[in-house]
């Protein structure tokens, strides 16, 4: 295991190029552009807290804040949320970047690093 990291610690600029290149064409046609991360989960976690503390006013049991559970409720759906993105990246790394790794000498270990790192990204802006 510490080869494998060791191997891919020799591509780190490599993979430090990916990450900046995936967040930067992810958003590249949106209005926003790099504000989008930030702008739609806060937006969700808005309508999640009108929702959930004004019209439904779920209570959490030992806790009297009226947006405990527009917390609970968002702290779950960031988890998923990051959870999600990794498992849709993840499927298919090694098929979207075949021509890749037969064209250039890389660790293979590089892709899945790639996708952790930018689905942290995604998920913690």
Same mark, same amino acid.
């Given at each position: 295991? #510490? ?5 891919? $610690?020799?591509? %780190? ?12 064409? %992810?958003? +590249? @046609?949106? +209005?926003? @552009?790099?504000? $989008? ?7 969700? *976690?808005? *309508? ?10 779920? %209570? ?15 702290? @779950?759906?960031?988890? $998923? ?11 298919? #790394? ?18 899945? #690093? ?7 990204? +995604?998920? @913690?802006?």
């Amino acid at each position: 295991m #510490i080869e494998l990291l060791r191997g891919a $610690w020799r591509f %780190r600029d490599f993979i430090v190029a990916s990450v900046k290149r995936e967040f930067a064409t %992810r958003y +590249q @046609g949106t +209005q926003l @552009g790099a504000l $989008w991360p930030i702008v739609h989960p806060l937006a969700l *976690i808005l *309508i999640y807290t009108l929702v959930f503390a004004e019209v439904m006013k779920p %209570r959490l049991p030992g806790h009297e804040s009226r947006f405990a559970y527009s917390i609970y409720l968002t702290a @779950g759906l960031v988890a $998923w949320s990051l959870f999600s993105d990794l498992l849709v990246r993840s499927v298919g #790394i090694f098929v979207h970047n075949a021509n890749l790794l037969k064209k250039v000498n890389v660790h293979k270990l590089a892709f899945p #690093i790639i996708a952790f790192l930018s689905a942290l990204i +995604q998920a @913690g802006s």
